[in-house]
């Protein structure tokens, strides 16, 4: 499954935001979430599964990474508003979302919020690192190749 169209309009959102912010308030480099003191991140683990907390304070924005998987995300607390496929679509807490292969989000928070993105981890591993590569595409050029290499070995 390749995704071209679908991550355009997200891509030229994300490179809007870029070009016309001032950088104060805005978290990621257009690749993945960057933790910071600002933007804290949780990482949290279960029998195979992964948690990511992050919690955003009014006003930030963050660029997400191109997920490579079917996961689920929360909002627990809060409002944001998410740019994905080119729609913008306001979410109140707290309510989910099933999000497919190839979604890459730019979030703003309305208000103090809680994201929680819950993925795979079959390994069970605890490397933040080794997660990231395999839960997270940097570019649509790697996401396509990790795609196309999971029907290959299936």
């Avoid at 069970?124 to 839960?135: A, F």
Wanted: glycine share 6%; charged share 25%; with cysteine.
């Amino acid at each position: 499954m390749e995704l071209t169209k679908q991550n355009e309009d997200a891509l030229k959102a994300i490179n809007i935001i870029v070009s016309n912010n001032d950088k104060e308030g805005f978290y990621g480099d257009g690749n993945s979430i960057v933790e910071t003191p600002e933007l804290p991140i949780k990482h949290d683990f279960a029998d195979q599964i992964y948690l990511r907390q992050m919690t955003m304070k009014k006003g930030q924005v963050v660029v997400g990474a191109i997920h490579n998987h079917l996961h689920i995300w929360f909002l627990l607390t809060g409002k944001v508003h998410i740019i994905e496929h080119g729609e913008t679509i306001e979410h109140i807490a707290p309510c989910y979302t099933v999000s497919a292969p190839g979604a890459q989000r730019v979030i703003y928070a309305v208000e103090d919020s809680i994201f929680v993105n819950i993925h795979k981890n079959p390994t069970n591993t605890k490397d933040i690192k080794e997660l990231e590569n395999e839960i997270v595409s940097i570019t649509l050029e790697e996401f396509n190749k990790k795609q196309s290499k999971k029907w290959v070995l299936q």
